[in-house]
């Protein structure tokens, strides 16, 4: 019988579903007690007892991996972001890695869709007054005509462009494989640099990788218009949050929402918690049953066939 390491929060939740395949196959799934995901620290004394993991986010590092060694085989990403892994440790290892990429697209689209239309009519601070008795009557522009800047081209950009279009907005998108991409009709493929300096609404859509850690920051915020929103529906670390929350203050541009954080769960004592300008999320975008569904499966059968590799 394999011992199977199970992190991710979605699938210890639906694991009943799965124990008589799991079974069949020769597999004991192993729920772990998680707070978010666990670190290299979490992993370090542990790791050595499995034979694979359904993983969350939890942070793989090449020391992780090598201390599974010999027992470790796969590890099974419940989700698409492979950023917390180190794929090509585990490469040089043997140890299988798998993900359920594009998984996401149509769900984290809305989300990012949801917080355009928040930050453009004032949805957040109406609700807010209406609570404590006030009837508020902000004035907006709308969406119709504005520019909405999506950095990451994936399935989820993609699928935030094509819901934006019916709002009439004005698409401009940059990707890393950008030379590489076919076009996309009513997008226009720019670089960055134009993104920041014409958007009303600045999107990142993207994967995280070593390379755009800390992309945008102080200098690329300042770029951008007084009037412009950021929305970050991709990952917490893309953004430097000490830069933004500078800008935010000065009010250099209008606002912001977020879905991810550099440290999650958001503390509370963290200075977005009493900020006006921004909408926060809890990493959560991606939360739709039907896309829920699809991943735990495919994460139960990517498991499955990694053992047979």
């Known amino acids: 019988m394999k011992h199977v390491l199970v992190t991710s929060l979605i699938m210890q939740r639906d694991l009943e579903r ?32 499995y034979d694979g993991v359904i993983a969350g986010d939890d942070q793989f590092t090449e020391r992780v991996l090598k201390s599974g060694l010999p027992r470790l085989r796969v590890i099974s990403k419940w989700g698409v972001g492979l950023d917390s892994i180190d794929i090509n440790a585990a490469k040089r290892l043997g140890i299988h890695v798998y993900n359920s990429p594009g ?44 520019v ?26 940059t990707d890393i494989r950008m030379e590489k991409m076919e076009p996309f009709s009513n997008v226009c493929l720019v670089k960055l640099d134009k993104i920041l300096e014409s958007s009303d609404y600045l999107c990142l859509t993207c994967n995280l990788t070593p390379e755009n850690q800390g992309m945008i920051g102080y200098s690329e915020l300042e770029r951008m218009k ?65 896309a829920n569904d699809y991943v735990s499966k495919n994460t139960i059968k990517n498991l499955i066939d990694g053992f047979k590799d």
Not at 123 to 146: A, F, Q, T, Y
């Open 103 to 146: 998984a996401f697209g149509n769900a984290v689209a809305e989300v990012a869709i949801g917080y355009v239309l928040m930050l453009s009519r004032k949805l957040h601070i109406i609700d807010k007054e209406v609570r404590i008795g006030n009837w508020p009557k902000p004035e907006s522009e709308g969406l119709d005509g504005k």
């Open 18 to 49: 799965f124990y008589t395949q799991l079974e069949d196959a020769g597999i004991e799934a192993m729920p772990y007690s998680v707070n978010q995901f666990l670190t290299e620290e979490d992993l370090l004394p542990i790791i050595g007892k």
């Open 148 to 173: 909405l800047g999506i950095v990451g081209f994936g399935s989820i950009g993609k699928e935030t462009a094509k819901r934006a279009l019916g709002f009439g907005m004005k698409i401009l998108a």
């Open 226 to 290: 007084p009037t412009s929103y950021l929305i970050n529906v991709a990952r917490g670390v893309l953004v430097d949050e000490a830069s933004l929350i500078k800008v935010l203050e000065k009010n250099i541009i209008a606002g912001a929402a977020l879905d991810v954080y550099e440290t999650e769960p958001l503390p509370l004592e963290h200075p977005f918690i009493k900020m006006e300008n921004i909408v926060l999320g809890s990493h959560n975008a991606n939360n739709i049953r039907s």
